[in-house]
């Protein structure tokens, strides 16, 4: 089989304003990005449709080295909805360049199951990411000419909130000193880099619905403390205006096409560990709009990414999923059942069994929100029949959930058409239940904590550092309490422990910090170690990209 650059490079596409006539969306409401892309407006969106419509979640069971397939799914069920002859249209973030020039090498789908054009997705693409980069560190930029230039007049502040961002993976620039040398330098202080999708801007691209709404939340960013502990925002140096031109554009989101030409809005890109995991509300809006149905994301697992769906996203944008599919594979199963990673390609239908602990849980917890689920079995070409077998046994005979194989990485549309028939027969016959969230807004921040923990994670005991109470404390005092919590932490286990393959119910989770994202109006407490700047590994896939013959190689 080809590779997934090759695909897509073979992949006649059709040119984006077919793409905008089949949807119906007023041409004047578009800009295109060349001949294969294009911008939506936002006033695009149809908030009757958005309602009609419905609304279809894919997450998965916690990943693995081995990885998951989501969004080959989420790819793959939008062209099996297509194939059946129904409307569709696939929301998904954007790939950041730190992890597909560090481990991943893209995420754009895989095999026959792709949004493209590929590689301008997964790199540069409309400068969506240059611009929430370039937004967060102009702010930090004139925050530090502030204190320059203000600290005459005795301002200054005894704690800074703010730090600069980068789209790559750097561990070098985790901490750093900045204002080094003459004092025209700037002020010296400890700061540090986090990478782009770990920025609050991010968030707040994700959350904003005008650009009058996307100025009130730059304005309300809490960058940092006064001595006399008055918190200091970025409307107090009057900038929110100047933050928002850079802005502007990138609130759009992005039309482009699956390589069977299925229409695809992508948008926006937090990571689901240290962020929200979800694209942006006006992709989805905009998706539900033009598409009967609406096919969108949340990662990594649902643990992490679903559950930040309902509790934050749909909370704030007031959507309503009509059903879950979560994503299983073999090899993850077996990960989970304690096999080896050397040795997961091997028959083993005893790991297999062990392992399905993991798919109980996270099927018990997305039925916690009055979810209907679907389990979407992603195969492999090595997958033995008897080994899925076992899991379809185990999903309707055990779990009494639907079960359907998809096989869009190697057959495109046609290998999803029964997932697709499934999803479509349970939204009209069972869909899921009105939303139910796990906390109320008016609860504690420790009462909020504590749901997510201790319903989701399975954790017996919470723990909070000196540095996390004194920020509880903060939050009381600026009024915020009522903000939804996103809690950072790793995804390769239901536990703080990223090694814990196993059940880890009755864990003791420990909060070290909580950030305030004022503008996204949201918490986002930290739960162990969790670092907001990854590194590379020993053999980054940097060293595996290049142009050859002037075509692009190494992306998938």
Not at 472 to 500: M, W
Request: proline share 4%.
């Amino acid at each position: 089989m080809k590779s997934d650059i090759e695909i897509a490079q073979s992949t006649v596409l059709r040119p984006i304003n077919d793409i905008i006539g089949q949807l119906g969306i007023d041409p004047e409401k578009t800009e295109g990005y060349g001949k294969y892309i294009a911008k939506v407006d936002i006033s695009a969106i149809q908030e009757e449709a958005v309602r009609k419509h419905h609304l279809i979640l894919v997450t998965a069971i916690s990943p693995t080295k081995a990885g998951i397939g989501k969004t080959t799914v989420s790819v793959g069920l939008a062209l099996g909805m297509n194939a059946i002859g129904k409307n569709a249209v696939v929301a998904l973030r954007e790939p950041s360049l730190g992890p597909c020039f560090g481990q991943k090498g893209g995420a754009a789908g895989g095999g026959y199951a792709q949004v493209l054009p590929m590689d301008k997705i997964n790199l540069h693409f409309t400068g969506d990411f240059h611009a929430i980069t370039s937004a967060n560190n102009m702010i930090a930029a004139l925050l530090d000419n502030y204190i320059y230039q203000h600290a005459a007049d005795g301002f200054a502040l005894k704690e800074v909130l703010w730090k600069r961002v980068l789209d790559i993976n750097d561990r070098a620039l985790r901490h750093i000193v900045t204002g080094l040398g003459p004092r025209t330098n700037g002020m010296i202080a400890e700061t540090g880099f986090d990478i782009t999708p770990a920025s609050e801007i991010m968030a707040i691209m994700c959350f904003a619905t005008s650009v009058e709404d996307l100025r009130r939340r730059i304005g309300n960013i809490l960058l940092g403390i006064q001595y006399d502990g008055t918190p200091f925002y970025v409307k107090d140096m009057g900038v929110e205006g100047a933050i928002t031109v850079l802005l502007k554009d990138a609130l759009n989101p992005n039309l482009v096409q699956t390589t069977e030409g299925t229409p695809a809005m992508v948008h926006c890109g937090p990571f689901a560990n240290i962020a929200h995991g979800c694209n942006s509300v006006v992709a989805t809006r905009c998706a539900l709009t033009y598409g009967d149905y609406a096919i969108t994301e949340a990662g990594f697992g649902a643990d992490l990414g679903a559950e930040k769906f309902y509790d934050i996203k749909c909370r704030k944008a007031g959507l309503q999923p009509d059903l879950t599919v979560l994503v299983v594979t073999l090899k993850a199963l077996k990960m989970h059942g304690g096999a080896s990673y050397d040795k997961i390609n091997e028959s083993n239908i005893d790991a297999v069994k062990k392992g399905m602990w993991n798919l109980d849980k996270h099927v018990e917890n997305l039925r916690r929100f009055g979810q209907t689920v679907v389990v979407a079995f992603n195969r492999y070409a090595d997958d033995s029949y008897e080994e899925m077998e076992a899991v379809r046994r185990h999903c309707e005979e055990d779990l009494h959930v639907m079960f359907a194989v998809n096989d869009a990485y190697a057959e495109g549309g046609k290998g999803a058409a029964a997932l697709a028939r499934m999803v479509v027969g349970a939204v009209e016959k069972e869909p899921s239940e009105p939303l139910q969230l796990l906390y109320q807004d008016e609860d504690s921040v420790e009462d909020k904590i504590a749901a997510v923990a201790k319903k989701i994670y399975g954790a017996g005991k919470i723990v909070y550092s000196k540095k996390a109470k004194q920020q509880l404390q903060l939050i009381e005092q600026l009024g915020i309490s009522r903000y939804p919590v996103c809690i950072a932490k790793t995804q390769y286990s239901f536990s703080t422990d990223a090694k814990a393959y196993g059940p880890t119910d009755g864990f003791t989770m420990e909060i070290d910090d909580i950030v305030i994202n004022n503008g996204a109006e949201m918490l986002v407490p930290v739960a162990g170690s969790m670092m907001r700047m990854p590194g590379l590994p020993k053999d980054p896939q940097a060293n595996h990209i290049d142009i050859v013959d002037g075509n692009i190689v190494g992306l998938s």
